[in-house]
């Protein structure tokens, strides 16, 4: 049964941190693209950050560049989102996609909500 369970998320006040977290199982991590993604209310969802399997290429948003850095650790079957400098725009739910391109599979997180607010 695949699973992506995302973690992490809260309530933090502008400037702040958070890191979020994904724990895949069910598939071959290691073999999968993944990303972060966003929605805010009343808004589409949004790539915020990718990282590719094998050498682990990354690529970012405008918006959270040089704020947010994408990272994987395929030993725990797990990506992560670390957000700094944090802002109000931020606010989101955040979702974790896995993509393995050649056998046109994708698979989605439940989400986890992001607040930034004073």
């Known amino acids: 049964q695949v699973q992506l369970v995302e973690s992490g998320g809260g309530l933090v006040q502008p400037g702040g941190s958070l890191r979020l977290s994904c724990v895949a199982s069910g598939f071959t991590f290691s073999r999968f693209r993944m990303s972060w993604y966003r929605q805010a209310p009343g808004k589409e969802r949004e790539l915020v950050a990718g990282?590719?399997?094998?050498?682990?290429?990354?690529n970012y948003a405008d918006s959270v560049k040089g704020r947010f850095t994408i990272s994987r650790d395929n030993a725990k079957n797990t990506v992560y989102l670390q957000m700094n400098t944090l802002k109000p725009e931020d606010t989101a739910v955040y979702y974790c996609?896995?993509?393995?391109?050649?056998?046109?599979?994708?698979?989605w997180g439940q989400g986890t909500q992001v607040t930034v607010s004073s």
């Open positions: 996609k896995a993509t393995y391109a050649l056998a046109s599979l994708t698979y």
């Open positions: 990282i590719t399997s094998g050498v682990g290429t990354t």
